[in-house]
């Protein structure tokens, strides 16, 4: 982070190649983009900056879902137990980092 603005904009971007501020953008085309639209990735990709491609969104918006299911199925168990030992890999946190709209102010 070089940058002296301190924005969410500073962060790079993470393991999947999408910025804080392109994920963003994504989920507002996604709420705002008719799923039933014939073009809805290339209008989706054009709202999120245009550096993505129409394939791109469209393989984000799978990995999201896909994700999504296996945290409602339960199969991701999200909940760590006071005082348990867990097995961790110690990553860039920079680059794995992930806020909402609550932490981006911070």
């Not at 969410?8 to 709420?31: I, Q, R, T, Y």
Request: hydrophobic share 40%; proline share 3%; net charge negative.
């Amino acid at each position: 982070m070089t940058s002296k603005s301190g924005g969410m904009d500073d962060f790079p971007k993470g393991l999947c190649g999408w910025s804080w501020k392109e994920n963003k953008l994504f989920e507002l085309a996604l709420a705002v983009v008719d799923e039933n639209h014939p073009e809805r990735w290339e209008i989706v990709a054009a709202m999120v900056g245009g550096e993505k491609s129409a394939g791109e969104v469209q393989e984000q918006y799978v990995f999201l879902l896909e994700d999504l299911n296996l945290i409602e199925s339960g199969k991701l168990d999200h909940e760590l137990g006071v005082g348990e030992a867990h097995p961790c890999v110690l990553v860039n946190s920079i680059e794995s980092l992930c806020l909402s709209d609550r932490d981006s102010s911070m």
